[in-house]
């Protein structure tokens, strides 16, 4: 069965990088992008950005870019979402998602359970 | 950006009480939203994609319409274990944008 798996919670400083990984199972994984979400604690849901795992340049949302890395170990099937610079407004849950780009509407269609960083001094 | 844009942010209804859920896409997108539901500490999960197709697994009290810019979630005979927030979200264009969210509340 598919399965995306996430590493554990963090807790940074200000300033630091944290980089949260996303092993997945299940599925061939070159055939489906990889899409970071982000949760502020009691807010909604922010889409943070996509990585293809069959080799083109990650996608960033503008809120992001310069602050966000995506990359992707194929050996492994896992993909990484790597944050530097960080404050106190990236404590978060952050998830991994695959779209499904075959079906109709390409929903999210699996979801890892979410890995909390806390950014504290 | 697509913008969406959901009502209400939040309701109370009780057990069997049927609830809808609007969404309204800041631009024409088709049929390119998918609806969610997100339990407290959980990620959210997939309920309806292509604006009306359940998917698998889904109790079909569950439904859903709309297209170009207007969408509705709606659910049928409210069950205890359907109180949780509900997301749009747009699949027509990156980024891929959701709504704010409507809380379903137990009156």
């Known amino acids: 069965q598919v399965q995306l798996l996430q590493s554990g919670p963090e807790v940074k400083k200000p300033g630091a990088s944290v980089k949260v990984s996303c092993k997945t199972s299940?599925?061939?994984?070159?055939?489906?992008?990889i899409h970071w979400i982000q949760q502020a604690p009691g807010q909604g849901l922010e889409w943070m950005g996509v990585?293809?795992?069959?080799?083109?340049?990650?996608t960033y949302a503008q809120k992001f870019r310069g602050r966000l890395t995506m990359t992707k170990d194929t050996s492994t099937s896992t993909v990484y979402m790597e944050l530097s610079g960080l404050t106190s407004e990236d404590t978060a849950m952050y998830f991994c998602?695959?779209?499904?780009?075959?079906?109709?509407?390409?929903?999210?269609?699996?979801w890892g359970q979410g890995t909390l960083v806390t950014v504290s001094s | 950006d697509i913008q969406m844009t959901q009502s209400p942010s939040s309701l109370s209804a009780s057990v069997g009480d049927t609830v809808a859920i609007t969404c309204r896409a800041s631009?024409?997108?088709?049929?390119?939203v998918n609806w969610y539901q997100q339990k407290s500490g959980k990620a959210p999960q997939l309920l309806i994609y292509?604006?009306?197709s359940l998917e698998s697994g889904v109790p079909s009290r569950f439904s859903g319409s709309g297209s170009e810019t207007d969408f509705t979630l709606t659910i049928s005979n409210l069950q205890p274990e359907d109180f949780a927030i509900y997301y749009c979200?747009?699949?027509?264009?990156?980024?891929?944008?959701f709504g704010q969210g409507t809380r379903v509340e137990i009156k």
């Open positions: 990585i293809n795992p069959s080799g083109a340049s990650p």
């Open positions: 292509a604006a009306s």
């Open positions: 979200q747009q699949s027509y264009a990156t980024p891929r944008t």
């Open positions: 299940g599925y061939p994984f070159v055939n489906y992008f």
């Open positions: 631009q024409t997108i088709s049929n390119y």
């Open positions: 998602v695959r779209l499904d780009y075959f079906r109709s509407g390409e929903p999210f269609d699996y």
